[in-house]
């Protein structure tokens, strides 16, 4: 994640190394690292890297220009039209994405990924959703928002 970070700030927004966001980078850095340790092989590890450089990180940087585009309110209503368009609208085809590369990066076939689609993204969905609405109410509680 923090190479596709790299590759947004440098060659997508053009950020000179003076301007470059390293605190914005480590992070991206933890979550991947987080993500690859649980990876268990290297032919695993290069797809994963391969999605990140690929697909991820190009589709959120387009996906937040977008809403940055069309939402043109500030602060705390900005906020909720933003994180509301990203689950109403992004979180769908992008859980589509990744529960489809993590099981091709699991090794399933088509028939496989088309299963546990079918079986789990209403929960997978609906899970995402909660977690969401559990930042909000914390983020509620925390700054009266």
């Known amino acids: 994640m923090a190479t596709g970070d ?13 301007q470059y966001n390293f ?3 480590a992070k991206f850095a933890s979550f ?3 993500i ?5 092989s290297i032919m695993a590890l290069l797809f994963y890297i391969n999605f990140e450089i690929m697909i991820q990180g190009p589709g959120l940087r387009v996906w937040y220009g977008v809403l940055d585009k069309y939402i ?3 602060g705390a209503k900005a906020a909720l039209m933003k994180t509301s368009a990203d689950q109403l609208l992004f979180a769908p085809c992008f859980l589509t994405v ?3 590369s993590m099981g091709a990066l699991n090794g399933e076939n088509i028939n496989q ?3 546990r689609l079918d079986r789990d993204f209403t929960t997978i969905l609906i899970t995402n959703w909660k977690v969401q609405s559990n930042f909000w109410a914390l983020l509620q ?3 009266n928002v």
């Not at 700030?9 to 003076?18: C, G, I, M, W």
């Not at 690859?36 to 268990?40: A, N, Q």
């Open 36 to 40: 690859v340790s649980f990876t268990t």
């Open 113 to 115: 990924i088309k299963g």
């Open 141 to 143: 509680i925390r700054y």
């Open 23 to 25: 605190v914005r980078t």
């Open 32 to 34: 991947g690292f987080l």
């Open 72 to 74: 043109k309110s500030t």
């Open 98 to 100: 990744f529960v489809t």
């Open 6 to 18: 790299s590759i947004a700030q440098l060659a997508v927004e053009r950020k000179e190394l003076n």
